[in-house]
């Protein structure tokens, strides 16, 4: 069953802002660290930023004071505000609750790793 759902991509001009959204269910968004990772063709999946359980966040080079990941518990949400868009952000953009993002901001966890479907963002004029 579909266990995360992404919304908020779509195409944007230069400078712009999207917000990204990633429903969880509540099991999942209780006990796992959260990520953005995005997906160019040809080029491997990047974290774009995490977020642990206690508000730790951590963010690509590239992305540093653009972006903001945070979560809303109330709403079992994960969110990325995308500010002053660039070109080169243009990818497919996936959420993360689990193992990934947990290894990549070194924060214990089990093998439990899930994805959601994946949305496109495109930057351009």
């Known amino acids: 069953q579909v266990q995360l759902v992404e919304s908020g991509g779509g195409l944007v001009q230069p400078g712009g802002s999207l917000r990204l959204s990633c429903l969880a269910s509540?099991?999942?968004?209780?006990?796992?660290?959260a990520g953005w990772y995005r997906q160019t063709p040809g080029k491997q999946r990047e974290l774009v930023a995490g977020?642990?359980?206690?508000?730790?966040?951590k963010y690509a080079d590239s992305v540093k004071g653009r972006f903001t990941i945070s979560g809303d518990s109330a709403k079992n949400t994960v969110y990325l505000q995308m500010n002053s868009l660039e070109p080169e952000d243009t990818a497919v953009y996936y959420c993360?609750?689990?193992?990934?993002?947990?290894?990549?901001?070194?924060?214990?966890?089990?093998?439990?790793?899930?994805w959601g479907q994946g949305t496109q963002v495109t930057v351009s004029s």
């Open positions: 977020i642990s359980r206690g508000g730790r966040t």
């Open positions: 509540r099991s999942i968004f209780s006990n796992s660290p």
């Open positions: 993360n609750f689990g193992f990934t993002t947990a290894r990549l901001m070194v924060i214990g966890h089990d093998l439990s790793d899930y």
